[in-house]
């Protein structure tokens, strides 16, 4: 964070008993391409929101593909103040933080725009514990994904001797489970694993499949809402606890379940826009999993549901309480998956 203050300000600042508006410039930092559409219908429309509530008292400026640091580091960033905001996936670092990992876990979510207001009211029973470090602004998923293949997969024993680019820490025990290996690169470096022969298959949403350039690499698409990938928003403390009290207050305006599901929104619009684009593609084939298909898929991530539960008592939670909870507040924004019961 940098704090300035205008020339005319410091002009005045002289005067008697005059006191200035604090200024204050912060870092953005993602890991997505400039071009895709969180960065455009979500991030942008934000940091527009925030600077002009402030009346251009704060400024943001965005640093998009990871100029600021890899993908994994980006919570540490905005720990360690090489961000003032970043945009993170917990799911980049297995086992750090359990509890929000329950977004993680296959067949429950419908979509994202109620997905997504859900998981932040629901997380924010836990965020200052769990994210201790940071202060936890947005909380927010894409809408649901699928397996996306070279071959064929309809049913879980298909993932048996496959090597599969996970999204998330919950997918890579979920294909171990199911006899594949685990390729762990983050979401820029994908297409290269898929491309070099290092991966056979990835669990992406849909319209990302051609954002990353992964559409001349796969053909096969499992066509059923399989999981969601959970996401924060985080902004260092210290320059969150420096700022200003009128300051906190338009950041705290921008913290909300609200802007939660509107910064999710238009991303998720778009990658329901590339399943119906892939459906349109004769040179794709999407398989929808059959009523029995699909049991042997909800019988299949039991065990991740168990895992998860044991994770998050070990932190002392009860963890049958949470888990209710969070599926009380998809139920509640209509994005539970029905059949994931």
């Known amino acids: 964070m940098r704090v300035t203050t205008t020339i005319a300000a410091a002009l005045v600042a002289a005067l008697p008993g005059v006191a200035t508006a604090q200024e204050v410039n912060l870092s953005f930092a993602h890991w997505l391409p400039p071009t895709h559409p969180l960065h455009t219908t979500g991030f942008e429309p934000w940091v527009r929101s925030i600077e002009e509530a402030s009346e251009g008292r704060i400024t943001i400026d965005i640093f998009p593909a990871r100029q600021l640091g890899a993908a994994a580091d980006h919570y540490d960033m905005a720990r360690d103040g090489i961000a003032d905001i970043a945009w993170i996936n917990p799911g980049y670092q297995p086992g750090r933080f359990p509890v929000i990992a329950a977004g993680e876990l296959p067949l429950m979510v419908e979509n994202a725009r109620g997905g ?4 932040h009211e629901w997380y924010a029973d836990f965020a200052a514990e769990e994210m201790a470090d940071v202060f936890v602004c947005n909380v927010h998923m894409h809408d649901p994904g699928t397996f996306h293949s070279k071959v064929p997969v309809r049913v879980p024993s298909d993932i048996s001797g496959r090597n599969v680019r996970p999204a998330h820490a919950t997918m890579a025990r979920f294909v171990s ?8 690169v983050s979401a820029p470096e994908a297409r290269e694993a898929i491309a070099r022969g290092a991966a056979d298959m990835i669990t992406f949403p849909w319209e990302s499949i051609y954002i990353f350039g992964i559409d001349r690499e796969v053909s096969h698409h499992l066509d059923t809402k399989l999981y969601a990938t959970t996401f924060a928003v985080v902004m260092n403390q210290a320059m969150v606890d420096g700022l200003p009290d009128d300051l906190r207050r338009i950041v705290d305006d921008h913290c909300t379940p609200q802007w939660a599901e509107r910064m999710a929104s238009g991303w998720a619009d778009v990658e329901a826009d590339g399943r119906q684009k892939m459906a349109d593609d004769p040179n794709r084939t999407l398989y929808t999993p059959t009523p029995a298909e699909l049991a042997e898929w909800k019988a299949a991530a039991e065990p991740l549901v168990a895992e998860w539960k044991a994770a ?10 949470v888990h209710e909870a969070y599926v009380a507040k998809l139920k509640e924004h209509g994005a539970f998956l029905e059949t994931g019961e």
Do not use: I, W
């Not at 489970?177 to 762990?184: I, M």
């Not at 998050?312 to 309480?321: C, L, P, T």
């Open 177 to 184: 489970q199911l006899g594949g290996a685990s390729v762990q």
């Open 312 to 321: 998050v008592a070990e932190r002392g939670h009860d963890a049958d309480a």
């Open 116 to 119: 997504s207001r859900a998981l």
